[in-house]
């Protein structure tokens, strides 16, 4: 963060963008007293997008409109360096991902959005069923970001992924003992299991690419082992299973990876502790693979500036914005060219399933059907 505190402050200043927590309520936000501080200013701001000039045609200025659920301080920071580089401002409206597509579905034709930004493959795949997106053309993206890193028909493309794997006290459990996640749904873990709860979307999602591997049946076999294996009723987010596991509450937890590294930089020194203390698993790597999500951006189809989201998803999806958003964020990349920060590549390569990501948004409504069925709070 440091090299970028100086650009970050002076985004800050000039766009008044708060620093909300990440992916909605998922807490993911690196220092936790920034979201409380700007909250005020947040309600004022959220909405520039809509109040401004928006278009672009008013004043000849060159912007591109952003409605975004991935609130990162790493992304306000990239907006920064677009514009900065190709002098298009960037507005930026932020919400919920599925009152952001209604909000697009609402507005029709004379919607100012441009850009459409959120975590989730289903999710991504939801607005593209609700029809509002449009095929991104550009050789540059397509030669950056892999295809099954892409919406099929290219209406969205990855920014970053993210592995949901099991972290385990280093005191307590040898990573032998690990192998998958069938395993921890066994008699095993009895009472040992941490996991968030059954509303959190993460969960839905890993559930709902079992379904897709392996069925309904195997799938709900697994949701009522998990279930019964708890350490205790799903409480908080899934920094707050790694917290648990180091409290001694349970010895392992289902969690994404992005959080493990996020505490290893995080101002409370109680993060870093906990970041020490719990071990990193890639599961099912001899088997099914370990579950990989993906967060995107999907290009609008009334989109009035559509250049100028070509040429921002082309930034984002760049080398050097790839870097810098691992760097920060400790998301995987999609770009194969970007760096890895020290911490995510002494994990190595692992096996990810092989899985449309539309499927978790197909499969999203039986997921959660089974969970409320097993009692997976
Ligand atoms: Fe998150």
């Keep these: 963060m440091r090299k970028f505190k100086v650009i970050t402050l002076l985004l800050t200043a000039v766009l008044s963008i708060g620093l909300l927590a990440a992916c909605g309520s998922s807490g993911a936000s690196n220092t936790g007293k920034t979201n409380a501080d700007t909250s005020a200013a947040n309600d004022k701001t959220k909405d520039n997008a809509s109040k401004e000039n928006t278009s672009g045609q008013a004043s000849g200025e060159q912007v591109v409109n952003v409605y975004t659920a991935r609130n990162y301080d790493v992304d306000k920071v990239l907006f920064g360096q677009f514009t900065e580089k190709t002098g298009i401002k960037v507005n930026v409206v932020e919400?919920?991902?599925?009152?952001?597509?209604?909000?697009?579905?609402?507005?029709?034709?004379?919607t100012p959005a441009d850009l459409f930004i959120t975590v989730d493959g289903g999710v991504l795949n939801n607005a593209k069923l609700?029809?509002?997106?449009?095929?991104?053309?550009?050789?540059?993206?397509?030669?950056?970001?892999?295809?099954d890193l892409r919406d099929t028909g290219n209406e969205w493309i990855g920014l970053s992924t993210r592995a949901r794997i099991i972290a385990y006290a280093?005191?307590?459990?040898?990573?032998?003992?690990l192998s998958t996640y069938e395993d921890l749904a066994t008699e095993k873990w009895k009472g040992k299991v941490l996991v968030r709860s059954s509303t959190n979307l993460y969960n839905q999602s890993l559930l709902a690419s079992f379904i897709a591997i392996d069925g309904e049946q195997k799938a709900e076999q697994w949701a009522q082992g998990i279930a019964n294996n708890l350490a205790r009723d799903p409480d908080g987010g899934d920094r707050d299973q790694a917290k648990a596991i180091v409290a001694g509450t349970g010895d392992v937890a289902i969690m994404n990876t992005y959080y493990v590294g996020q505490m290893t930089v995080s101002d409370d020194p109680e993060e870093v502790k906990v970041s020490e203390q719990i071990g990193v698993f890639f599961p099912n790597q001899e088997t099914t693979g370990t579950h990989r999500n993906i967060s995107g951006a999907g290009l609008i189809k009334y989109s009035k500036n559509k250049d100028n989201a070509v040429k921002l998803i082309e930034f984002l999806t760049g080398k050097e914005a790839q870097t810098l958003m691992s760097a920060e964020n400790f998301e995987f990349p999609v770009n194969g060219?970007?760096?890895?920060?020290?911490?995510?590549?002494?994990?190595?390569?692992?096996?990810?399933?092989?899985?449309?990501?539309?499927?978790?948004?197909?499969?999203?409504?039986?997921?959660?059907?089974?969970?409320?069925?097993?009692?997976?709070?």
Aim: aromatic letters at 6%; a negative charge.
């Design 95 to 110: 919400g919920k991902a599925e009152e952001l597509i209604e909000r697009i579905k609402r507005e029709g034709e004379s």
């Design 130 to 147: 609700a029809g509002v997106l449009q095929p991104v053309q550009s050789d540059v993206i397509d030669a950056q970001v892999p295809m």
């Design 170 to 177: 280093k005191d307590r459990v040898k990573p032998e003992q």
């Design 337 to 377: 060219e970007a760096a890895l920060p020290e911490l995510l590549a002494s994990w190595g390569t692992f096996k990810t399933q092989d899985l449309d990501f539309a499927k978790l948004g197909e499969y999203n409504k039986t997921a959660v059907e089974i969970m409320n069925k097993v009692g997976w709070k």
